[in-house]
């Protein structure tokens, strides 16, 4: 029987606790009544016995606390709210646990932006992380040693699991029932819960947000200057001659500023400004292509395709208001 141990953290969202403990019982469940044995030993750890969350409108008991808890194989680390900093600094007594058990053989998965607390523990440094592409840049500013994975809703990397933004964690609890009890249990899982097994992609949500906290002041007055200029052709040269800094030293000053080239940048608020047209009014592809500076109509999707996964008229048919049923 695998042992798991949902970690009831301080700041914890309570869905992220609840969610993981419905799907894994759940399992059981479905094995019991196939009259097979369970499969799983869920268990609730914590630093405290009750911990209280959201503003103590709920209290969550645990079954164990982590001194308790001398071996375990799966540690689930759920979304957490608040300041992160200081919820993380609140949490630090997990840490030292966390490490000492994956190198006993434990594995780990992250939900959402439980990913900081997973970072935290350094045994994510060289490695890649999916996580909220809300937070994707605070992420990087505090744990620059992690490849964070923005578009990526399951990311795993030698027994540690991370998932993309908000409830795209249930594909990764998915992924973890196939690991654990076998393909037909999650297809199962995902018809009961009524799930999109192998959902891949977070690419569809990521509202684009550019990185603007750094200091580099000539960087962010030309990331004001494309965001202000949607319909134009901005070419890199352009933009590195009216800042008067040599091309190369731009585009090295640029990516480190923002995390994007100059290039990708300028995609990036394109597609933007593109997905906001076509999800609010009644223009067609090509209209809103050009308001957006391209002329070449294979370009443009190819570029929509890849930072968005749906192809233009996929994304206004999915997300246009006018499309839904009344």
Avoid at 21 to 47: C, H, S
Avoid at 74 to 87: E, R, V
Avoid at 125 to 132: A, F, L, T, V
């Amino acid at each position: 029987m695998k042992h798991i141990s949902i970690l009831i953290t301080n700041e914890a969202v309570l869905a992220s606790i609840a969610d993981p403990r419905i799907m894994f019982t759940g399992v059981n469940d479905f094995l019991e009544a196939a009259g097979k044995p369970a499969l799983f030993n869920v268990q609730l750890v914590g630093l405290q016995k009750e911990v209280k969350l959201h503003g103590g409108l709920f209290s969550v008991h645990t079954d164990a606390l982590i001194s308790d808890v001398k071996k375990t194989d799966l540690i689930i680390i759920p979304a957490i709210s608040g300041d992160i900093k200081t919820t993380l600094k609140h949490n630090e007594a997990f840490l030292p646990w966390i490490i000492e058990q994956h190198h006993k053989g434990a594995e780990a998965a992250s939900l959402c932006i439980g990913a900081f607390m997973l970072a935290a523990t350094g045994l994510l440094d060289g490695k890649e992380c999916s996580s909220h592409w809300r937070t994707a840049n605070e992420f990087r500013e505090m744990f620059p040693k992690v490849t964070l994975v923005d578009d990526r809703i399951v990311t795993e990397q030698k027994g540690l699991y991370s998932s993309g933004g908000a409830t795209s964690y249930w594909n990764l609890l998915l992924y973890l029932v196939e690991k654990y009890a076998g393909r037909d249990m999650s297809i199962m899982a995902a018809k009961v819960f009524a799930l999109e097994i192998d959902r891949k992609s977070q690419s569809p949500f990521i509202m684009f947000n550019g990185q603007k906290t750094h200091e580099d002041e000539p960087i962010k007055k030309a990331q004001e200057f494309i965001e202000a200029n949607i319909a134009e052709r901005i070419s890199v040269e352009d933009l590195a001659m009216k800042y008067a800094i040599g091309k190369r030293h731009f585009e090295r000053r640029f990516k480190k500023a923002t995390n994007n080239s100059p290039l990708e940048y300028i995609q990036r608020v394109k597609i933007e400004a593109a997905k906001k047209q076509l999800e609010s009014s009644r223009k067609n592809v090509n209209e809103v292509m050009y308001d957006v500076g391209y002329s070449d109509t294979k370009a443009f999707r190819a570029v929509f395709k890849k930072i968005t996964g749906l192809s233009p008229v996929e994304y206004r048919n999915k997300y246009n208001t006018a499309n839904q049923p009344a």
